[in-house]
Structure formats: C-alpha cells, structure tokens
C-alpha cells in the first residue's frame, strides 16, 4: 500500500506537477550547436550533448524559462561536425544563416571553438560554451564568447605544486623534481603544456622529456620509451579522451613506474572501467566533482546532480559521471539565468546580460571576466584510489590524502 505523501509531501508533488504543466505549456526558445558525434572527440561530444539535453529537461521540469510574462522552453539543433574545425565553422553558418539561430552552445574543444567563435562574433551571436578551455580563446576580445569552464593553463599545474610538496614532505628540494611532459598539437594541450612548465619553473624543476603525442593518440610508445629511460618524477600527459586512453593503456603494458603520473580526461576516456590496474594511482584533473558542496534551485547538490543523471543516462550508472556533462548542462543553466534577467529574446540585450552572470550553480560559481572565461572557479585533482576517484587538491577541497609515490596494482 502506498504510504501517504502527507500535506508538505502532497504539495511538492502538487508543485512539480504545476511545474512540468506550466512548462509543457511554454513556448520554443531555440539554440544552435555544432557538436563532435563523429570522430576523435566524439566521447566527449556525446557527453557534452547529453549534458546539454539533461539541462534543458530539468528546467523544463521546473517550469521553463520565464522572460517577461512569457514562457519558453529550450530546444538544440545539433549538427555533427565530425571533430573537424573547418567543418564546425560551416555548421556556425548554416545555423545562423539558414536555421536562423540567434544563440549558440559551444561545441567540444577549444579547437572546434576556436574555430567557431570568430563565426558567431561576425553576426553577434552570444555563446556560451563549457569545452573549450584554451586561454587563447580570450584574448582576441571577442564580446559574444562566455565560458564556462576554468581555462587550460591551470588543468594540470596544481601536480607540479603537488609534487614540490612530496619533494619537501621527503627531505628533497624541489629544484631536484624531474618532470617529463607529453601533449597533443592542440591549443588546449597546448596550453596545459604551457601552464606546467611555468610552474615547474617556479620551482627551479628540470623538464626531462618534452614531446608532443602523434596526430591520431594511438601510440606513445616510442615517448614512453624516453620517459622509461630518464626516470622523470612527475609524467604529464594531455590528449583528451584518446589520448588519455592510450597513455594509460601503454603505461600499464610498458611498466612504466614513475611517482607521480597527472592526466587529462579521465573518466571521459573511463579509463578505471578500460584499464583497471594501470589507472590506480593516477591523477586526473577535473573542472567538477559530485563531493564538491556545490548547489542550486534546479539541479540540487553536485551529488544529486550525479544521481539524477545517472537514473536518467542509465550507461553512466557504472562509471563516474564526466566532468564535460556537469559543465554542458552548466552552460545551458547560464542561459536560463541570462534570459531571466535580460527579460527580453534580443541577443544583445542577452550579451549584455551574460556579461554581468554571477551565479551559484550544482558545477560551482560562475562569474565572467571582461574576455568571458569564468573567474570564479577552481581546477581540482583526484586521484584513482581503489578504482574511485577521491580529491587530493587543493587542499580545501581534499577527499582523500594524495598516495604517492604512486602505487600500481
């Protein structure tokens, strides 16, 4: 027998109920978005379209977006650009030219970005994005450009502070740190590249590899070989999902022992769920994490966030949710928040709007700079402990203490 909802219980049931009624009731506010389905981002692009599509839907749920005395409800038009710049500018284009989109989301990468935004500046089409993470996106003063993710430079510095405090914690100065960097040719990896030696640096450390990975991720081999060879402490690797694949996958057959090995993309590439033994120990930088005290009115804590994802995508059910679904599902509630406060659907008076976001959300605050990266939020490190993964840094964040040296199974 059911057990009664009771009077608080039956008018929140009564709330939704008026909420998904009031909702379906709403007009059609559409958005544009050429999105990597097919080719080497296409994990991460489905993960971004998914987040994308659970947003729309939980604000749905919660009656829409209100703009005036008006009701809207979002919808996407996706277009597959196929993981190839020249062809995410194309469908820029066609949906402003032909779809007549008036707002855009990002696509995934900063390389499809960067290919996109100088196309959405030319008709003066907001974005607001949460893949490409480049800090040269920002600086070419692009007014139409909102990000909402912690850019590129700060992925994977904080393991080159991490490792000085293990240096120190040891009896070691961090001067005698050797790090051994591998990335791919991308502005994001790029920028990761750029960041960890600024930091390394800092610290007096040597760089004792420093390559780039091959076009297509599917072989390190031969810099893991180098990387074998000169013994480094810390080893940075940053090729989104592919790339982040093959490391671990080629670490763990090689036998590569080093203290220290700090990655990109993680759980996008489920490498705990791929490779098991040789993901232990390894830390992963992410934007989001579901044990973070972040919250709002529409997606609740970041762990509940994780919880109604999950029941909603039941093939995330055994894995952690990625951090590139919080954040496309983020963009979409600044775009909520944007419209709300602009009262209007005129893209400039949405701009204008998006300029002055400053909001708490599930993914964590969001405030933009004058250039339209997000100031407001840190990166943090987890490390796979056990199969899961814990926060180890910084340390206001800390889960979990750092093991290290890292330990494989």
Known sequence: MMKPLGIAGAALA??????????????????????SLTGKYATNGVHAKNGYEF???????????????????????????????DRGATLAE?????????????????????AIAPVTEKYEIPMVEAEGASRSLFNKGYKYLFAVL?????????AIT???????????????VKVAVAVENDPFSLD??????????????????????????????????KVKLVKPDVLIVSGHSKGAATAVRQIGEMKIKVPMVAITHCEAADVTG??????????????????????????????????EFKAAYPEYTEKTVPYQTAQASAAVYVFKDAFERAGSLDKNKVRDALTATDMSTFYGKIKFSEAGNNIAKPMVLRQIQNGKYNVVAPSEFASHPLTWPRETK
């Open 14 to 35: 009564l709330c939704a109920v008026s909420g998904a009624a009031q909702a379906a009731e709403c007009e059609t506010l559409t958005l544009g978005s050429a999105i």
């Open 55 to 85: 947003a729309i839907k939980k604000i749905k749920e919660n009656g829409g977006i209100k703009v005036g005395d008006k009701c809207y409800n979002f919808n996407v038009i996706y277009y597959d650009d196929e993981s190839k710049g």
């Open 94 to 114: 066609r949906l402003i030219s032909q779809d007549k989109v008036q707002y855009m989301l990002g696509p995934y990468s900063s390389g499809l970005t960067k």
């Open 150 to 158: 912690s850019t590129s430079e700060q992925y994977l510095a904080s």
């Open 162 to 176: 991490l490792a000085a405090e293990m240096a120190e914690k040891n009896g070691k100065e961090p001067s005698s």
């Open 192 to 225: 990761i590249r750029a960041g960890v030696l600024d930091d390394a640096k800092k610290f007096g450390m040597k760089i004792v590899v420093d390559e780039k990975l091959p076009r297509d991720l599917s072989d390190m081999s031969a810099i893991l070989t």
């Open 274 to 307: 791929k490779f098991p033994d040789s993901a232990e120990g390894v830390l992963c930088s992410t934007q989001w994490a579901e044990t973070l005290s972040y919250e709002d009115p529409i997606f609740g804590t970041a762990s509940n966030y994780e919880k």
